[in-house]
């Protein structure tokens, strides 16, 4: 069983940053595979980066190329928060934010349905 809750959204000038965080509850005796999504009015839900969360203290991430070079996901060190840094935001990242995970095996990113486990959203505005 795993629980997710998400922060850290709110509204931001176009050029801004936010950092979102993701409380992670699970039992820790199994890898998992967290993610970062994020869905736009009317649009499908997009993978932006995922995270291997394991029993060791390097992780293992990848980002989706909308997410490259301005987004940035991490973790701390007893992997109970995963985070979502995002610099330089546009318009087009308003949006409601998803963590999302998947118990081992399971790949760095894959599509929405191979995740079973969702927090409840945070809203992102970029607007002027």
């Known amino acids: 069983q795993v629980e997710l809750m998400e922060s850290g959204g709110g509204s931001v000038q176009p050029g801004g940053s936010l950092r979102l965080s993701c409380q992670v509850s699970r039992d820790t005796s199994r890898r998992a595979c967290l993610a970062w999504f994020r869905q736009a009015p009317g649009q499908e839900r997009e993978g932006l980066a995922g995270i291997l969360s394991a029993d060791v203290h390097e992780s293992t991430t990848y980002h989706a190329g909308s997410a490259k070079g301005r987004f940035t996901i991490s973790q701390d060190n007893n992997k109970r928060t995963v985070y979502l840094q995002m610099n330089n935001l546009r318009p087009s990242a308003t949006a409601v934010y998803y963590c999302?995970?998947?118990?081992?095996?399971?790949?760095?990113?894959?599509?929405?349905?191979?995740?079973?486990?969702w927090g409840q959203g945070t809203q992102v505005t970029v607007s002027v």
């Open positions: 999302a995970a998947a118990l081992s095996p399971c790949a760095l990113l894959g599509t929405s349905d191979v995740y079973t486990y």
